[in-house]
């Protein structure tokens, strides 16, 4: 008899444990999706902004609207740092995410469409 009640409780625990296999696949599954559609949305984002032509006027203004108060008006730097070599230090890329994202304190993220982000990639290369 303990045969059978040790294989019982034997076959329980693999139900328990192909459960939780399956529960951590599904959600590994999930992260994996949503990682891969906003990743998928940046590129986007990214693709159709290298492909406008920018205007450094335009990034001008918008530098000075938007930029002048931690980079300074002639974008040698306040709280944030001198630009007058950030496209030799960083590819338009990582200039791109860079301003979308702020990825470093205290960098806040901006909300810009794809032309207007071109024009400041060209006013970058500019200075």
């Known amino acids: 008899m303990t045969t059978s009640s040790s294989s019982a409780a034997e076959k329980i625990l693999k139900i328990k444990i192909w459960k ?3 529960i951590g696949f599904l959600i590994l599954l999930i992260c994996c999706s949503l990682f891969y559609l906003y990743h998928e949305e940046n590129n986007t984002y990214i693709l159709k902004t290298l492909e406008l032509n920018g ?34 230090r960083l590819n338009d890329t990582e200039i791109i995410k ?3 994202q702020g990825n470093t304190p205290p960098m806040p993220s901006f909300e ?15 200075l």
């Open 112 to 126: 810009i469409d794809p032309q207007k982000m071109s024009n400041l990639l060209v006013y970058l290369h500019s």
């Open 20 to 22: 939780q296999c399956f």
């Open 55 to 88: 205007s450094v006027k335009e990034g001008d203004i918008l530098f000075k609207m938007n930029c002048v108060g931690c980079h300074g008006i002639t974008a040698r730097g306040l709280v944030g740092p001198d630009l007058h070599s950030i496209t030799e």
């Open 98 to 100: 860079q301003v979308v």
